[in-house]
């Protein structure tokens, strides 16, 4: 069955900080996905990571992965209050029919 | 070009009563998912569907039914409602091995 673990769960920064989130899943994965969710709202796609070694940078977010070790990381650069919100992974599986199963979810609060 | 839209945005049953939320997308997309999300439990799938016509069980498919008549259409019902499905539902379509797009999502309360 696949898992997928997202650590760490809740993350308060500083604005200007780096951090990094890390999203850890337990079978071979066609695709990763990062996702953002603000408070009462919907989820917003992020990053779409394909193959090994891939990596994707949009602003202060920069995404990897690295599949032998089942491992993406979403690294924070200088934070800023805006960022504040709740960050998914999301991984599928092959011949799943485009399931996705998430992580638990990372919030994010930026603090001056 | 609406996306992904969801009907009613929120809801209120009492224990045992029937409603179908309507998940509707005008991006031609194949693929259609409804989600359950929790505190503390990310999001889950309940059901999907690869195609008009088709339908197939997720992780937590109890309590349950859809249905996809039409293409853009993707229906999630619930018989008879219980306590343990209050939650925020989420609708999302995605074209074949391709990034989901999601809904704004269906406040459901039940008592």
């Known amino acids: 069955e696949l898992k997928v673990e997202q650590n760490p769960l809740f993350l308060s920064m500083q604005e200007g900080k780096n951090y990094t989130i890390y999203c850890n899943y337990s079978t071979t994965s066609d695709r990763l996905y990062w996702y953002r969710q603000d408070p009462g709202k919907s989820l917003e796609s992020l990053f779409v990571l394909l193959s090994n070694g891939a990596v994707k940078q949009e602003g202060r977010l920069m995404a990897s992965l690295d599949t032998k070790a089942r491992l993406s990381t979403l690294h924070i650069t200088a934070a800023v209050h805006d960022l504040s919100a709740t960050y998914f992974c999301?991984?599928?599986?092959?011949?799943?029919?485009?399931?996705?199963?998430f992580g638990q979810g990372t919030e994010l609060s930026v603090k001056p | 070009n609406a996306g992904v839209t969801q009907t009613p945005k929120f809801r209120v049953l009492k224990t045992g009563q029937s409603m179908t939320l309507l998940c509707a997308q005008d991006m031609n997309h194949e693929y259609m998912y409804w989600y359950r999300q929790d505190p503390g439990m990310g999001l889950r799938l309940i059901h999907y569907?690869?195609?008009?016509?088709?339908?197939a069980k997720g992780e937590v498919p109890d309590g349950y039914n859809v249905s996809r008549l039409k293409k853009q259409n993707f229906l999630l019902g619930l018989e008879s409602a219980a306590p343990s499905q209050t939650s925020v539902y989420f609708c999302?379509?995605?074209?074949?091995?391709?990034?989901?797009?999601f809904g704004p999502g269906t406040r459901l309360t039940v008592l």
């Open positions: 569907s690869v195609g008009e016509g088709t339908t």
């Open positions: 999302a379509s995605s074209l074949p091995w391709n990034t989901q797009y």
């Open positions: 999301a991984v599928d599986t092959p011949n799943s029919g485009g399931k996705l199963i």
